[in-house]
């Protein structure tokens, strides 16, 4: 019996991420335009941006049956803050609002610095 012969299951966790993740412009896709329905993606104001293959920095077209909104409740991922949001409320903490110690601790370890992008807010 040959000891190695087949690859172990995690040498094949590479190759198959990258070939998941391989974006395929619309025009080299084999799905028939029927079914390629797009939605505008704002990663930035999605809840399910920390999980998802398909954003970008900027606003993006994709292909619904790929974004997480649009998936079955079953398969979707838990949904957590948008960037926007912890960017909202880090502005809040900037300008000495008061805000729950469960807030600051959220923004302690994912706004330490204050908001990533710039948020103009009315006064």
Request: aromatic share 6%; proline share 11%.
């Amino acid at each position: 019996m040959h000891r190695n012969s087949s690859p172990l299951p995690s040498q094949l966790d590479k190759p198959l991420e990258e070939f998941i993740t391989t974006h395929m412009p619309p025009s080299s896709s084999r799905i028939p335009p029927i079914y390629r329905e797009t939605t505008k993606c704002y990663a930035y104001m999605c809840p399910y941006a920390y999980g998802c293959s398909e954003k970008t920095n900027r606003p993006a077209q994709v292909m619904m049956r790929r974004c997480m909104r649009y998936m079955p409740e079953e398969l979707r991922i838990k949904p957590a803050l948008s960037d926007f949001s912890l960017d909202l409320l880090a502005k809040h903490r900037e300008n000495g609002e008061g805000l729950s110690k469960q807030t600051n601790a959220i923004l302690d370890e994912h706004r330490p610095d204050g908001p990533v992008r710039k948020i103009a807010l009315e006064a």
